[in-house]
């Protein structure tokens, strides 16, 4: 049963084309894992570094501001896709009322 499910998240990811997906608290080692694995795939070398200080401050926008926390550390939601040599940066989580009204106004 437990197979199954994880075969449905497996092809799920497939058909969107995940490059990195990842699920968890986003530590100082975590961020600089993904960025290496990120920096791994990027082929347009023109772009390359614009792409990575994107995703460096998404990533670590989810550390320092998710309302969900694991230690002294953020949860989220990383996400990204390559669609015809494109990428797709992606992040979600948790946020107070607040902050998210903040944001909202903004």
């Known amino acids: 049963m437990e197979f ?10 497939k058909k969107l084309k995940s490059v990195l997906y990842y699920q968890g608290a986003v530590t100082h080692e975590v961020l600089g894992n993904l960025t290496e694995i990120l920096k791994d795939r990027i082929t347009n070398q023109k772009g390359k ?21 694991e230690g002294d550390y953020g949860v989220g939601l990383i996400i990204v896709k390559e669609k015809n040599h494109i990428l797709k940066l992606s992040t979600a989580n948790l946020l107070s009322e607040e902050t998210a009204s903040t944001l909202e106004k903004n």
Request: hydrophobic share 35%.
């Open 49 to 69: 570094n614009k792409i990575l200080n994107v995703f460096i401050e998404m990533v670590q926008n989810v550390s320092h501001y998710s309302l969900e926390k």
């Open 4 to 13: 199954d499910r994880l075969y449905r998240q497996y092809d799920y990811l």
